[in-house]
């Protein structure tokens, strides 16, 4: 397969794909944090619910926690930690009335910590560390897809047979390189190459995770926000693990 037609058959893909490194461009012009925070806000809310009926969730009571908690990470200097405040909470409510149910955490947990650590990894380091992930995640995704039609052969995993090793790694590699030369921009060379690979890993395993999900739900889609291309987690699900790995080797690192 040559890459026009690679590129006929994913061009849904790839016209969301570039309309999201638009906007993301027009987040690193703007660098404002109430824009950044609307924006990742409303991918929060949206992503939350598909991630509520992915659960088999339809208590409407979960959907204004969550906003409490976004209106929460604006206000609180580390959002991050109010992930963490949010469980215990929740957990001490249900041992007092003696009815513990972990899977009710669920969405709490999946988009909701990883959404907070992406709104403080710009608060954090700010745009140009939000620019850096989108770029590895992106170039991750588009890379694998690319290669994994060209040339993949070997399956990859059960949960996304459609995925090959082939691809996987041609997609960590050029997510690897493209990030170490945005990375550039501000760490050294040693610092810029281990972050980029490994938030590069990360999020082929957060695309795995959320393609399991779907696959325990029995549907193809989190949702049809995009027509004909899915829901929100489906665009940001790369995202959701490598948002966390960023930050905390940011933190560690530098």
Request: proline share 4%; charged share 15%.
């Amino acid at each position: 397969m040559n890459i026009k037609e690679i590129y006929n058959t994913s061009k849904s893909r790839t016209l969301t794909t570039l309309a999201l490194l638009l906007l993301v461009f027009g987040v690193f012009i703007a660098d404002n944090i109430l824009l950044t925070w609307t924006i990742l806000g409303v991918a929060y809310l949206i992503a939350f619910y598909e991630a509520m009926a992915l659960f088999g969730y339809k208590n409407s009571s979960f959907f204004a926690y969550a906003l409490a908690i976004w209106l929460g990470a604006y206000i609180y200097p580390n959002p991050d930690d109010i992930s963490f405040v949010v469980i215990i909470i929740a957990l001490s409510i249900m041992a007092h009335k003696k009815d513990i149910n972990y899977k009710i955490l669920a969405p709490f947990v999946y988009p909701t910590i990883p959404m907070l650590f992406l709104f403080t990894l710009y608060k954090d380091f700010g745009v140009y560390a939000l620019l850096w992930l989108i770029v590895v995640v992106a170039s991750s995704d588009i890379g694998a897809y690319i290669i994994g039609k060209g040339i993949g052969k070997t399956p990859f995993s059960k949960t996304s047979p459609n995925k090959t090793w082939e691809g996987t790694l041609g997609g960590i590699l050029s997510a690897t390189i493209l990030g170490t030369i945005i990375g550039l921009g501000s760490v050294a060379f040693v610092p810029a190459l281990v972050i980029s690979l490994l938030t590069a890993l990360s999020s082929v395993w957060g695309d795995l995770f959320e393609s399991y999900l779907k696959r325990d739900a029995d549907v193809k889609d989190s949702g049809d926000i995009f027509p004909g291309h899915g829901g929100m987690l489906d665009r940001i699900d790369g995202y959701m693990f490598a948002s966390i790995i960023m930050l905390v080797l940011l933190r560690g690192l530098l």
